[in-house]
């Protein structure tokens, strides 16, 4: 009797492999479990087992596996329904889905080892010198790398000399394993137990010379008073402010003995605040209306205005679920709001909070992992960004996602290029458990689908505590600039603005949609402004690192002092961003403590938290930022948000340029006034007529939806149609050309739906690769799997013609 096992392989490969089991593992192995397997030539990977059968391939024959990693499986099945689901819906590979979904301390990839084998007796005058250097670093070390090898012997081609010592059956090969997630120890310390009674502390204290053993010892007693719980070195060491190596010389001493304690690597029950959550009447009207769509529709969408108490609904639902012992996932779509909303929600939930996003740390990603698996109460309500999908639940509840119009919620790059909200919301269909969608301002495809009756729809039309919506005042920069009345980017309304904001003690944010000092460096005398030499972009100028960068390769180069082209010293900055804000508002304001959040602050795990911290406990007057100050963050103190320039976000090449430039700007405005004063926001405009910030203007939500919706239907966009992208790359430009004329030409006889291009985009080349897209949009009427899998076939055949073969294409479902 033959039995088998079906893996998916972490590669970009859209099959299963069939792998040879003895009966013994047949009945042990369960689906979910992780396998290691050997894989091409001799390398082995984590697999994980998704069928058990008795059907031997036929195209190949199937290999053994090389060993079991799991007791007991680690993914379930909802997961791995879920995960096929977005293969086949994003058009990707499995192995992409699973390489993407588990934490890579759980995806162990193979080294090469190589050991002496002991039984062998060697004839050292029979080896060469290379082989002689192998065998004696072999004496010295149990067993060495192929590496260890290569930096042994200071040469590349090393696997004839290791092919010969195998011959000579001097070496064996294995390939190892390595789990990588080791538990948190601690490290704490006590009091040695020769000194418990009190006659031995005196003489103890009298015995010790230097004043600053004595002092560690005093304080080691006071800690003990205070906390009457275990004192671990890091606080023993940093509350008497001195150095571990004293801790050391009392432990040898004989005073102290350190011991280990095993511990999670995140803790929130110290922020746990026994009060009880009273909702508003506003609030408790929607609530209400939630739980009676709840019987009737799986999903429902809460469209609140900016402040207007949606965290206290989600954390009422959230109780509610908890109570019935259920699982609640809750989706933020930026890593930094994460950090407020743990601080508000373990002050409910204690330790039933878990984090999960790509800051953290690889075992403490595998800790979530586990306790979500255990179903464990640690784990009970899961906040995390789009990621935070793919843990193991087994009795999910309800899942909010929060800001659900933002763009971050669909990944681009790399495979699988999933939208959040939408596989959020096949999940819980799969658990037959809710999905709540809030926003201030939903995207237009979750507002139609509410609209038309899909989803259920709950309004909140005012803020928390009845505090007024921000007044909004528009700044005519072309007149202002005509008038002299401007500094710099500021205009004199802004300026006196945050005059009036530092003189109530208030604080202020600014929005400018763009990082660093300016995007462009310009020679007045011929014009020439220099561009990465691998992309199709000018060279962004940062000024604090005074060089040249390019945003979408990381080139970069220093600062010229002349143009390269004419050698003209007169070179002008051109546009601004971020930095140049901040520097304007320090001669301005130069005794005001002004910081920045873009994506150059912000690189640490730990550097969200203390911009936001700092800025919501008031050490920071004003915060200049990008799009990450435009979501959900809540700092009661802001009484002014200014928009630096609201027109660059508005003519984007881009059919949701109109809608996006809206949910920024109200997003924004939603930040100021959010206590008892009435906020204020400035928006700079060149063009203040303009209908999107007219209706920003007005909070005209509804005016902004009916207008996008004409146009998208005229011009066939979501929700009428669905759009799929298909993006060609290739570093020769011909071999490019050529190639997407020919996909665009099959794909149009065998389609009878709108196929355009082959289209250069606005940045036709990045990373020395030129691009090429091609649009496919699919009525809401036609089928739409059948239409997916005739352009599967068409990808296949290109992928066969031999020219072709190089272009790399990249398919985006629903790319918007």
Same mark, same amino acid.
């Given at each position: 009797?033959?039995?088998?096992?079906?893996?998916?392989?972490?590669?970009?490969?859209?099959?299963?492999?069939?792998?040879?089991?003895?009966?013994?593992?047949?009945?042990?192995?369960?689906?979910?479990?992780?396998?290691?397997?050997?894989?091409?030539?001799?390398?082995?990977?984590?697999?994980?087992?998704?069928?058990?059968?008795?059907?031997?391939?036929?195209?190949?024959?199937?290999?053994? &596996?090389?060993? #079991? +990693?799991?007791? $007991?499986? @680690?993914?379930?099945?909802? /997961?791995?329904?879920?995960?096929?689901? =977005?293969? *086949?819906?994003?058009?990707?590979?499995?192995?992409?889905?699973?390489?993407?979904?588990?934490?890579?301390?759980?995806?162990?990839?193979?080294?090469?080892?190589?050991?002496?084998?002991?039984?062998?007796?060697?004839?050292?005058?029979?080896?060469?010198?290379?082989?002689?250097?192998?065998?004696?670093?072999?004496?010295?070390?149990?067993?060495?790398?192929?590496?260890? &090898?290569?930096? #042994? +012997?200071?040469? $590349?081609? @090393?696997?004839?000399?290791? /092919?010969?010592?195998?011959?000579?059956? =001097?070496? *064996?090969?294995?390939?190892?394993?390595?789990?990588?997630?080791?538990?948190?120890?601690?490290?704490?310390?006590?009091?040695?137990?020769?000194?418990?009674?009190?006659?031995?502390?005196?003489?103890?204290?009298?015995?010790?010379?230097?004043?600053?053993?004595?002092?560690?010892?005093?304080?080691?007693?006071?800690?003990?008073?205070?906390?009457?719980?275990?004192?671990?070195?890091?606080?023993?060491?940093?509350?008497?402010?001195?150095?571990?190596?004293?801790?050391?010389?009392?432990?040898?001493?004989?005073?102290?003995?350190?011991?280990?304690?095993?511990?999670?690597?995140?803790?929130?029950?110290?922020?746990?605040?026994?009060?009880?959550?009273?909702?508003?009447?506003?609030?408790?009207?929607?609530?209400?209306?939630?739980?009676?769509?709840?019987?009737?529709?799986?999903?429902?969408?809460?469209?609140?205005?900016?402040?207007?108490?949606?965290?206290?609904?989600?954390?009422?639902?959230?109780?509610?679920?908890?109570?019935?012992?259920?699982?609640?996932?809750?989706?933020?779509?930026?890593?930094?709001?994460?950090?407020?909303?743990?601080?508000?929600?373990?002050?409910?939930?204690?330790?039933?909070?878990?984090?999960?996003?790509?800051?953290?740390?690889?075992?403490?990603?595998?800790?979530?992992?586990?306790?979500?698996?255990?179903?464990?109460?640690?784990?009970?309500?899961?906040?995390?960004?789009?990621?935070?999908?793919?843990?193991?639940?087994?009795?999910?509840?309800?899942?909010?996602?929060?800001?659900?119009?933002?763009?971050?919620?669909?990944?681009?790059?790399?495979?699988?290029?999933?939208?959040?909200?939408?596989?959020?919301?096949?999940?819980?269909?799969?658990?037959?458990?809710?999905?709540?969608?809030?926003?201030?301002?939903?995207?237009?495809?979750?507002?139609?689908?509410?609209?038309?009756?899909?989803?259920?729809?709950?309004?909140?039309?005012?803020?928390?505590?009845?505090?007024?919506?921000?007044?909004?005042?528009?700044?005519?920069?072309?007149?202002?600039?005509?008038?002299?009345?401007?500094?710099?980017?500021?205009?004199?309304?802004?300026?006196?603005?945050?005059?009036?904001?530092?003189?109530?003690?208030?604080?202020?944010?600014?929005?400018?949609?763009?990082?660093?000092?300016?995007?462009?460096?310009?020679?007045?005398?011929?014009?020439?402004?220099?561009?990465?030499?691998?992309?199709?972009?000018?060279?962004?100028?940062?000024?604090?690192?005074?060089?040249?960068r390019c945003h979408y390769c990381g080139y970069n180069m220093a600062k010229p002092s002349n143009c390269h082209v004419c050698s003209s010293v007169d070179l002008e900055t051109k546009g601004f961003g971020t930095e140049q804000i901040e520097l304007e508002l320090a001669e301005l304001f130069p005794n005001k403590n002004i910081k920045r959040m873009d994506q150059d602050t912000t690189r640490g795990k730990y550097s969200f938290e203390k911009i936001i911290d700092g800025f919501k406990n008031r050490e920071i007057d004003v915060l200049v930022g990008t799009q990450m100050l435009a979501k959900g963050l809540d700092f009661d103190n802001v009484s002014l948000v200014g928009i630096m320039n609201a027109?660059?976000?508005?003519?984007?090449?881009?059919?949701?340029?109109?809608?996006?430039?809206?949910?920024?700007?109200?997003q924004v405005s939603g930040r100021s006034g959010r206590s008892e004063k009435r906020g204020k926001v400035i928006i700079q405009t060149y063009n203040p007529l303009h209908n999107v910030i007219q209706q920003v203007t007005n909070n005209d939500y509804e005016g902004m939806y009916k207008e996008q919706l004409y146009e998208r239907k005229i011009y066939y966009y979501p929700p009428f149609y669905r759009l799929i992208k298909l993006t060609l790359k290739h570093r020769d430009f011909d071999k490019l050309k050529e190639g997407s004329m020919w996909l665009y030409q099959v794909l149009q006889q065998n389609l009878s739906i709108p196929v355009l291009g082959p289209e250069e985009p606005a940045i036709s080349?990045?990373?020395?690769?030129?691009?090429?897209?091609?649009?496919?949009?699919?009525?809401?009427?036609?089928?739409?799997?059948?239409?997916?899998?005739?352009?599967?076939?068409?990808?296949?055949?290109?992928?066969?013609?031999?020219?072709?073969?190089?272009?790399?294409?990249?398919?985006?479902?629903?790319?918007?």
């Amino acid at each position: 009797m033959n039995y088998f096992i079906e893996v998916i392989i972490p590669l970009s490969l859209p099959k299963t492999f069939t792998y040879r089991v003895s009966e013994t593992e047949y009945n042990f192995i369960k689906k979910g479990m992780r396998i290691a397997v050997p894989f091409g030539k001799n390398k082995i990977y984590t697999a994980l087992v998704v069928d058990l059968h008795q059907n031997a391939p036929t195209l190949y024959e199937a290999k053994e &596996i090389h060993q #079991i +990693l799991d007791e $007991k499986p @680690i993914v379930n099945e909802f /997961q791995i329904n879920l995960w096929f689901w =977005i293969a *086949s819906y994003y058009m990707c590979n499995v192995g992409d889905v699973y390489r993407g979904a588990l934490p890579s301390a759980l995806l162990l990839e193979s080294e090469t080892i190589i050991s002496q084998r002991k039984e062998t007796f060697v004839n050292e005058t029979e080896l060469s010198d290379d082989e002689f250097l192998v065998y004696e670093a072999l004496q010295h070390q149990s067993s060495l790398k192929v590496q260890n &090898i290569i930096d #042994i +012997l200071n040469k $590349k081609t @090393i696997l004839p000399v290791i /092919q010969r010592l195998i011959n000579k059956n =001097i070496i *064996s090969l294995e390939e190892e394993i390595q789990e990588e997630y080791k538990p948190k120890l601690t490290r704490y310390i006590r009091l040695h137990e020769n000194y418990s009674a009190e006659e031995n502390l005196i003489t103890l204290l009298d015995s010790l010379k230097s004043d600053k053993r004595k002092n560690l010892v005093l304080q080691y007693f006071q800690l003990q008073a205070q906390e009457q719980k275990p004192i671990s070195v890091k606080q023993l060491t940093e509350t008497a402010q001195t150095s571990t190596a004293i801790v050391k010389v009392l432990v040898e001493k004989g005073v102290f003995e350190e011991y280990y304690i095993q511990e999670d690597r995140v803790n929130f029950d110290k922020n746990k605040l026994d009060n009880q959550l009273s909702l508003s009447e506003a609030q408790q009207k929607a609530f209400t209306e939630i739980e009676n769509i709840f019987i009737e529709k799986d999903v429902c969408l809460l469209h609140g205005v900016t402040s207007s108490g949606k965290t206290e609904i989600y954390t009422k639902l959230i109780e509610n679920c908890i109570a019935e012992g259920k699982q609640v996932l809750y989706l933020l779509p930026e890593i930094a709001l994460t950090t407020q909303l743990v601080g508000r929600l373990t002050q409910h939930f204690g330790n039933k909070v878990a984090v999960f996003h790509s800051k953290y740390s690889n075992n403490e990603r595998v800790e979530v992992w586990n306790q979500v698996l255990n179903t464990s109460e640690k784990a009970q309500v899961v906040i995390g960004a789009r990621s935070a999908l793919f843990l193991p639940f087994s009795n999910l509840g309800l899942i909010i996602v929060d800001e659900e119009h933002e763009p971050t919620f669909k990944q681009q790059d790399p495979a699988p290029r999933y939208h959040a909200r939408d596989s959020a919301i096949v999940l819980a269909n799969a658990h037959q458990s809710k999905v709540l969608l809030g926003s201030a301002t939903p995207s237009i495809e979750t507002y139609y689908n509410a609209t038309s009756g899909k989803f259920g729809l709950v309004s909140l039309k005012e803020r928390f505590g009845k505090v007024q919506m921000p007044e909004i005042e528009l700044v005519d920069l072309k007149d202002s600039y005509f008038r002299k009345k401007m500094k710099g980017h500021f205009s004199l309304t802004l300026i006196e603005q945050i005059i009036e904001a530092f003189t109530n003690n208030e604080q202020v944010i600014l929005f400018q949609n763009r990082r660093g000092f300016s995007p462009v460096l310009e020679c007045m005398t011929c014009g020439h402004v220099p561009q990465c030499p691998q992309c199709d972009v000018s060279l962004t100028y940062h000024k604090y690192k005074n060089q040249l960068r390019c945003h979408y390769c990381g080139y970069n180069m220093a600062k010229p002092s002349n143009c390269h082209v004419c050698s003209s010293v007169d070179l002008e900055t051109k546009g601004f961003g971020t930095e140049q804000i901040e520097l304007e508002l320090a001669e301005l304001f130069p005794n005001k403590n002004i910081k920045r959040m873009d994506q150059d602050t912000t690189r640490g795990k730990y550097s969200f938290e203390k911009i936001i911290d700092g800025f919501k406990n008031r050490e920071i007057d004003v915060l200049v930022g990008t799009q990450m100050l435009a979501k959900g963050l809540d700092f009661d103190n802001v009484s002014l948000v200014g928009i630096m320039n609201a027109d660059n976000m508005l003519y984007h090449p881009d059919f949701r340029a109109f809608e996006r430039s809206y949910q920024m700007m109200t997003q924004v405005s939603g930040r100021s006034g959010r206590s008892e004063k009435r906020g204020k926001v400035i928006i700079q405009t060149y063009n203040p007529l303009h209908n999107v910030i007219q209706q920003v203007t007005n909070n005209d939500y509804e005016g902004m939806y009916k207008e996008q919706l004409y146009e998208r239907k005229i011009y066939y966009y979501p929700p009428f149609y669905r759009l799929i992208k298909l993006t060609l790359k290739h570093r020769d430009f011909d071999k490019l050309k050529e190639g997407s004329m020919w996909l665009y030409q099959v794909l149009q006889q065998n389609l009878s739906i709108p196929v355009l291009g082959p289209e250069e985009p606005a940045i036709s080349r990045i990373r020395n690769e030129y691009i090429r897209t091609i649009m496919i949009k699919i009525p809401s009427e036609v089928p739409l799997q059948s239409t997916k899998k005739t352009i599967q076939k068409v990808l296949n055949s290109f992928d066969v013609v031999p020219q072709y073969r190089t272009i790399k294409v990249t398919v985006n479902v629903d790319f918007y």
